[in-house]
């Protein structure tokens, strides 16, 4: 048994230009490179990317899902950001 | 299944922490299916269910590299054997996929691998048996493999979001660990009338294994109940076996060898396949730690664990070393 807890790496994978990356999980490595590797051994052994993002779990900061409500209250009552919030008669066009 | 739902002696299950009202919102909350996720509030027996199913998983596909991983030096072509080193490897990836889903909640790596190598977790049944001949790597990629499948499409939609994820990634990826079973199955029968002998002996002996990879009979299943309000499971165990069989008896058929079952036949009213009695007391016996390879299976997770060991402290010795001059 190994003394000190590898750390944990999250993965994220492109999988063709042109899109985001996207989360696919995580793996445990020493360092870096190690984590890039067995990022790449793990989740693409059938060229599921082109490219690959791996970041420490513990620098990512999340927001607090018990205040998910609270948080992102801000944008509930504003639905005058939304296109359909404005009434357009029938005959304008392209709008 | 890979799961088995064995180690069912969890007392505590039903000192569920969390008030009533939690308790309301978060079955809430699963009755429309949402998805659980991480960091949300869960009942603690939710947690550690699933901590048990998921790290069961997990060392059941880690260890289930064995009986497969016996037989890379002796594939009978190069063909067969890069086949074969892809499947093994992929299985390596499930229990790594798992083994993070399982981390979400709460419960180390270290300690996973604590619990398999000191014989305390349990793994799928099934990888206690040997692969004697070749034509076993056929039958395990078609019938384990294909059991493991009809257990995890459902998976797929489970509650909670990092396992239900990772199951899409391993289902994908077990469509080709069954066909290529098969297909190698198929190439024996349509050889010589020995090449066929060796693939009905290999049905022969993972039949009943593979029968029993769904776990007990409903009525013995004590926390199938649970799982399936928390959404956790989708069918019962007896539900998936019938099926696996469902399926499977006509794939043989097509194969030109028959399933060891005298009592198996098609009820023509329900279109199903009633089967025979599943000897319950061997799939107790291997589970208790008596099955044909559960020793050797355990002694040799427990090398491969100790020989990697220089290779850890290495890597380790490697990273302190980096770090330290780039602080310096
Ligand atoms: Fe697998
Ligand atoms: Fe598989």
Redesign the pocket.
């Known amino acids: 048994m190994s003394k000190q807890e590898w750390p944990l790496y999250e993965v994220f994978i492109r999988s063709k230009s042109g899109l985001s990356h996207r989360h696919a999980g995580s793996i445990h490595a020493t360092d870096d490179q190690m984590a890039l590797d067995n990022a790449r051994d793990t989740y693409t052994r059938r060229c599921e990317g082109v490219s690959l993002w791996v970041v420490r779990s513990d620098r990512i900061i999340a927001s607090d899902p018990a205040e998910t409500a609270a948080f992102f209250e801000p944008a509930e009552d504003k639905i005058y950001r939304h296109p359909t919030f404005y009434e357009i008669p029938d005959g304008v066009e392209n709008l | 299944m890979?799961t088995q739902g064995l180690d069912q002696g969890d007392k505590e299950t039903q000192a569920s922490a969390g008030t009533p009202e939690q308790l309301a919102a978060f079955q809430e909350r699963i009755d429309a299916e949402e998805k659980i996720e991480a960091k949300d509030w869960m009942p603690e027996a939710y947690r550690r269910t699933l901590i048990r199913q998921i790290s069961q998983h997990a060392h059941?596909?880690v260890i289930?590299m064995q009986p497969e991983g016996n037989w890379l030096t002796r594939a009978p072509s190069l063909k067969r054997k890069a086949i074969l080193l892809a499947k093994v490897q992929?299985?390596g990836g499930?229990?790594l996929y798992l083994y993070s889903a399982a981390e979400t909640l709460g419960i180390s790596r270290d300690q996973m691998v604590a619990d398999l190598l000191s014989g305390k977790a349990k793994y799928s049944s099934i990888f206690n048996y040997p692969t004697v001949n070749w034509a076993d790597i056929g039958a395990i990629g078609w019938l384990v493999?294909g059991a493991?499948i009809m257990n995890?499409i459902p998976l797929c939609r489970c509650s909670y979001g990092p396992y239900a994820r990772a199951m899409v990634r391993?289902c994908k990826?077990?469509s080709f660990?069954q066909r290529q079973g098969y297909e190698l199955l198929l190439t024996l029968c349509r050889g010589s009338a020995e090449q066929k002998a060796m693939a009905q002996d290999a049905l022969n002996r993972w039949w009943w294994p593979s029968l029993m990879m769904f776990g007990p009979n409903d009525s013995e299943s004590k926390h199938s109940a649970q799982s399936m309000a928390w959404k956790i499971k989708r069918f019962s165990n007896d539900e998936l076996r019938q099926k696996f069989v469902d399926v499977t008896v006509q794939q043989a058929e097509f194969l030109g060898i028959s399933v060891p079952d005298p009592d198996l036949k098609l009820d023509k009213k329900t279109g199903h396949y009633t089967f025979g009695e599943i000897d319950w007391q061997e799939f107790i016996d291997v589970i208790a730690g008596n099955g044909p390879c559960n020793k050797q299976r355990l002694e040799k997770r427990q090398k491969a664990h100790s020989d990697g060991e220089w290779v850890r402290e290495a890597a380790q010795a490697y990273a302190s070393k980096q770090a330290a001059r780039a602080a310096a």
Do not use: I, L, R
Request: charged letters at 40%; proline letters at 0%; aromatic letters at 6%.
């Open positions: 890979y059941s596909e289930g992929d299985e499930h229990g493999d493991a995890q391993v990826e077990e660990h």
